[in-house]
C-alpha cells in the first residue's frame, strides 16, 4: 500500500501544468482577442462544458483510485460493483461472463467524460458556423463599390471571422486536455479491472501486493 491514489497524482500534476500554461498565456496578453472577441458568450459556453467533463472526470478518477486501493488491500465496498464481482467469481460463477459485465460497468461510468469531450468539438463545429454566418450577413455585393459602405462590411466580416476561429480553436484545445484526462481515467479502469480479476482467481493472496503496485500504476 506505498503507492496510494497514484492515478489521482497523474491526474492532478497533468491538470496543474495546463493550467499553469493558460494562466501564462492570459499574462503574456495572448487570450485577450479571445476574451475581447465578438458573441465571446459562445466561447464561454465551450468553457463551461469543458469544466463540467473536468470535474466529471475528477469525481471518476477519485472512484477508480479509490476502488483500486480497496481490491489492493483484500477490501471492497458492501454491496458495490467490486465486491458482487469478487463474490459471484469466488462462489464458482461464470468468470468470463461476469469479467465481461464489470468490463461493460467500468467503461459505463467513464463514459460520460468522452461524450463531453465530443460535445466540445461539435460546439466548436457551431460557433464556426455561426461566425461565417455573422461574416457573410454583412457582405453585399452591390455596395462594394461605395467606399462608406466597404468599412462596415468588412468590420462585419472581420467579427464574424473572429468568432469562427476562436470558438473553433477553444473547442479544439480542450477537447485535447479533456480526452488526456480522459485517456487517464480509461487507463486507471483498465487497470482496476486486471487488479479485479487478478484479485479473484488468486484469494489466497493479498491483492496489496499485486506486483502491479510496484510498477507504479494506479
Known amino acids: 500500500m506505498g503507492h496510494q491514489h497514484l492515478l489521482v497524482v497523474r491526474f492532478a500534476l497533468f491538470n496543474i ?14 487570450l485577450d482577442g479571445v476574451l475581447g472577441a465578438r458573441l465571446v458568450e459562445l466561447s464561454l459556453l465551450i468553457v463551461a462544458v469543458f469544466a ?43 468468470r468470463g461472463r461476469l469479467t465481461d459485465v464489470l468490463r461493460l460497468k467500468l467503461s459505463n461510468h467513464i463514459a460520460i467524460v468522452r461524450q463531453v469531450a465530443n460535445t466540445l468539438v461539435f460546439l466548436g463545429l457551431i460557433g464556426t458556423v455561426i461566425g461565417f454566418i455573422i461574416a457573410l450577413s454583412g457582405v453585399n455585393a452591390e455596395a462594394v463599390t461605395d467606399a462608406q459602405k466597404v468599412a462596415p462590411m468588412v468590420s462585419t466580416l472581420i467579427g464574424g471571422m473572429s468568432v469562427a476561429m476562436n470558438t473553433t480553436l477553444i473547442g479544439a484545445v480542450l477537447y ?3 480526452i488526456v484526462d480522459h485517456r487517464i481515467l480509461a487507463t486507471g479502469t483498465l487497470d482496476l479491472l486486471i487488479t479485479t480479476v487478478e484479485a479473484a482467481e488468486s484469494p489466497g493472496e493479498s491483492p496489496g501486493e499485486s506486483p502491479r503496485e510496484n510498477h507504479g500504476t494506479a
Open 176 to 178: 485535447v486536455w479533456l
Open 52 to 94: 463540467y467533463g473536468l470535474v466529471k472526470c475528477a469525481q471518476r478518477v477519485w472512484q477508480i483510485s479509490q476502488e483500486l486501493n480497496e481490491v489492493r488491500a483484500g477490501i471492497s465496498a458492501p454491496g458495490g460493483r467490486i465486491a458482487q464481482y469478487m463474490e459471484r467469481a469466488r462462489n464458482g460463477s461464470d
Open 17 to 30: 501544468v495546463a493550467l499553469g500554461f493558460v494562466f501564462a498565456f492570459y499574462l503574456q496578453g495572448w
